[in-house]
């Protein structure tokens, strides 16, 4: 079966898989979505003995279908190797009466890991397959985390470049230090003088400059983006659900066909969407916890039916999930409309025109497969304690947003359903916020000595990403103000 892609604004045109990684995002302004779910017809018992790599080349190879078993397993080889700690990729730690998916054991210690090992592989081979012959600029913009996941991941990837704009005086000194000591000859960071919506406005016009891309394809360059929309990261994410599943099989916990339940700590709803993926392919998952901190904007939506980011923005301790817009939901709503586009481009322009948007009482109907909550900071906090007092588990800020409201369903439904949580990122990634729910930490401590303090408590080595950071050199120091971005991208990029 071809699976082929269709914007969730679009009049119905399709375009190949490899097409629709290249390009990211529709013309129309769409996200792109598979025409047809693929049926995973693989029986947990056989998926029980696969490797994680095996387990990948059965869920992406039904999704990406324009690609050969070669270069798929190619790909998957080259992103799910020793870059990972360990060689399960994606373990399951039992604790506290749930199992902890841990998703950060790849470069740097977060789940944007798992999709970003591979899609700089899956982009060059999409390159190669669409007779791309400029060299791929992957342009972002950041505000910490992916910057740092999409440098790891495109470093040394020959035929891209990537250039990563952050606001020199808005991440955490931890996050800068990851993304100035960034090696391969391939990668640029440079610092902005404003706060990230400059960095981010800059990148999206230089996206949409028509006089910049002329330029760049006459020097054999041309743009592609990395952001979280990119069908090339929703897929990767389907695997460690179909994986959770099949290892929790393998060791007795559930029977092949038992359901479980699945919690999410999410942001821009891609992680979620991937499980809602897994559970239309045939994966038995009864709920989908859908957790939010204090920015609960789909808390509000599950309840409410109206989508509405006229709000204060809330900074928390789980930076990470600070966001009021969560772009891939435009999948769920796409899919909520009985798949129709037009209805889908009206929701997400009265969001964009208005800030905001009602479902009707029939596409609520279709929310049934979730369950939303959220956690305020005080909660989020005394779960970390919890969690780490019951069950001698350390577990960081956004896993601990997710095992919070995991606690309110289980006091609203009385549901004991085997549950997987998805750990999205490692406590060494926020240790001073960890440290604080556990320990009496002493303030003027830096952020590596505090590390040394967890390793000391929660008996966890200290992770090499984070080692490797004490002591590397910066190889990054440049700092510009934003009007200036398009210039620094000729520079770096050697056009005059
Ligand atoms: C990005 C991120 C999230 C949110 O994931 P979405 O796919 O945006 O919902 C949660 N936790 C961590 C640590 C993250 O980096």
Redesign the pocket.
């Known amino acids: 079966m071809q699976v082929l892609y269709k914007s969730t604004r679009g009049k119905g045109e399709t375009v190949t898989a490899s097409m629709a990684i290249l390009k990211g995002l529709s013309e129309d302004g769409g996200l792109f979505v598979p025409t047809e779910i693929p049926k995973l017809d693989v029986p947990a018992e056989k998926l029980a003995q696969m490797t994680y790599q095996e387990t990948a080349y059965e869920v992406m190879s039904r999704f990406l279908t324009d690609f050969t078993e070669e270069e798929l397993k190619n790909c998957i080889a080259s992103a799910y190797d020793e870059k990972f700690d360990t060689s399960e990729i994606a373990p399951l730690h039992e604790a506290n009466g749930a199992y902890y998916l841990e998703l950060?054991h790849g470069a740097t210690i977060?789940?944007?890991d798992m999709a970003l090992s591979i899609l700089p592989h899956l982009m060059t081979t999409a390159a190669k397959k669409n007779a791309v012959k400029n060299e791929i600029v992957i342009l972002t913009a950041t505000s910490g985390?992916?910057g740092k996941?999409a440098l790891a991941g495109f470093a040394d990837v020959p035929g891209t470049r990537i250039i990563v704009f952050y606001p020199k005086h808005g991440v955490s000194p931890i996050q800068e230090k990851q993304m100035v000591t960034q090696k391969g000859d391939n990668t640029y960071v440079v610092g902005i003088t404003g706060n990230f919506d400059d960095a981010q406005t800059a990148v999206k016009k230089m996206f949409n400059d028509r006089e910049l891309a002329a330029e760049l394809d006459g020097a054999g360059f041309q743009f592609s983006s990395a952001n979280?929309i990119n069908i090339g990261r929703l897929v990767p994410?389907i695997v460690y659900y179909v994986y959770a599943y099949s290892r929790l099989v393998g060791q007795g916990k559930v029977k092949a066909g038992d359901k479980i339940n699945v919690v999410?700590?999410?942001?821009?709803?891609?992680?979620?969407?991937?499980a809602y993926y897994a559970k239309q392919m045939g994966l038995p998952i009864n709920k989908l916890v859908c957790a939010s901190n204090e920015n609960k904007v789909l808390f509000d939506f599950f309840r409410t039916g109206t989508y509405d980011r006229k709000r204060d923005f809330i900074l928390t301790t789980?930076p990470?999930?600070d966001?009021l817009i969560?772009?891939?939901l435009e999948r769920l709503i796409y899919r909520l409309t009985g798949e129709d586009a037009q209805k889908c481009a009206e929701l997400m322009q009265s969001l964009s025109e208005g800030g905001e948007y009602t479902i009707t009482d029939e596409m609520k109907k279709g929310l049934a497969d979730f369950y939303g909550n959220y956690c305020s900071e005080e909660e989020t906090k005394e779960t970390i304690h919890n969690v780490y007092k019951n069950s001698d588990y350390v577990i960081?800020p956004?896993?601990a947003?997710a095992a919070g409201v995991y606690k309110k369903y289980l006091k609203d439904t009385d549901d004991h359903t085997v549950t997987v949580i998805?750990s999205?990122?490692s406590p060494y990634?926020?240790t001073r916020s960890v440290m604080d729910a556990v320990a009496d930490k002493e303030e003027d401590k830096d952020d590596f000595a505090l590390a040394d303090q967890l390793s000391a408590i929660s008996g966890v080595k200290v992770p090499k990403a984070v080692e490797e950071i004490r002591t590397a050199p910066v190889l990054h120091d440049i700092v510009v103000d934003a009007p200036d971005m398009p210039d620094t991208v000729k520079k770096v990029l050697g056009i005059h």
């Open positions: 950060f977060a789940f944007k985390d992916t996941a979280s994410q999410v700590p999410t942001g821009n709803f891609g992680n979620i969407l991937a789980s990470s999930m966001i969560s772009s891939n960081d956004h896993t947003v998805a999205t990122a990634k926020f």
